[in-house]
T-cell receptor, first 109, second 112 residues
Framework: EDQVTQSPEALRLQEGESSSLNCSYT??????LFWYRQDPGKGPEFLFT???AGEEKEKERLKATLTKKESFLHITAPKPEDSATYLC??????????FGTGTRLTVIP | DGGITQSPKYLFRKEGQNVTLSCEQN?????MYWYRQDPGQGLRLIYY???????QKGDIAEGYSVSREKKESFPLTVTSAQKNPTAFYLC???????????FGSGTRLTVV
């Protein structure tokens, strides 16, 4: 059965304190792994797509990496505006993303 | 600016009522999707459509219906057969596999 597990559920960081969010997956025939940012009461905002093990993508303070079993979202020197829920999703079939439950990140000034 | 517009932002439904959630996109995307989000759960697929006049059931289609008469529009009707409709509903569209899915801002439906 396809499964996506994100950890931790919640993470509190001091401003400037770097950390990583984890997304482990079990899926047959991975077609892509996606990271999204979601602010309260809003729709998810696309961050990255990763397709193959070893691939890395960066955007400002965020860096996403992918292995055969998991993906990490590294946050370097976070700021309070990085506070949000970060969602991981995998695409196995042609027309569905399978989502994890997210990591709620709080960055304290 | 191109994007996906969902309306209304908040919707209240009485027991036994059908309600329709609107989703419009001006991105010229062929594929459109409806997801439901509940606290502590990942987004779950309700229906999707790859082309006009065609749509497919997702994982939790019972109690919902959709139509796709125009490329730009993909409305979702929550029928009285949906026993637990209170949730946050998200519409999405996709251009291709590179850019993933673009989401709307959501509609929060509450049963009163």
């Amino acid at each position: 059965e396809d499964q996506v597990t994100q950890s931790p559920e919640a993470l509190r960081l001091q401003e400037g304190e770097s950390s990583s969010l984890n997304c482990s997956y079990t899926v047959s025939g991975l077609r892509g792994l996606f990271w999204y940012r979601q602010d309260p009461g809003k729709g998810p905002e696309f961050l990255f797509t990763l397709y193959s093990a070893g691939e890395e993508k960066e955007k400002e303070r965020l860096k996403a990496t992918l292995t055969k079993k998991e993906s990490f979202l590294h946050i370097t020197a976070p700021k309070p505006e990085d506070s949000a829920t970060y969602l991981c999703a995998v695409q196995a079939g042609a027309n569905n993303l399978f989502f994890g439950t997210g990591t709620r990140l709080t960055v304290i000034p | 600016d191109g994007g996906i517009t969902q309306s209304p932002k908040y919707l209240f439904r009485k027991e036994g009522q059908n309600v329709t959630l609107s989703c419009e996109q001006n991105l010229n995307h062929d594929a459109m999707y409806w997801y439901r989000q509940d606290p502590g759960q990942g987004l779950r697929l309700i229906y999707y459509s790859q082309i006009v006049n065609d749509f497919q059931k997702g994982d939790i289609a019972e109690g919902y219906s959709v139509s796709r008469e125009k490329k730009e529009s993909f409305p979702l009707t929550v029928t009285s057969a949906q026993k637990n409709p209170t949730a946050f509903y998200l519409c999405a569209s996709r251009l291709d596999r590179v850019y993933g899915y673009t989401f709307g801002s959501g509609t929060r439906l509450t049963v009163v």
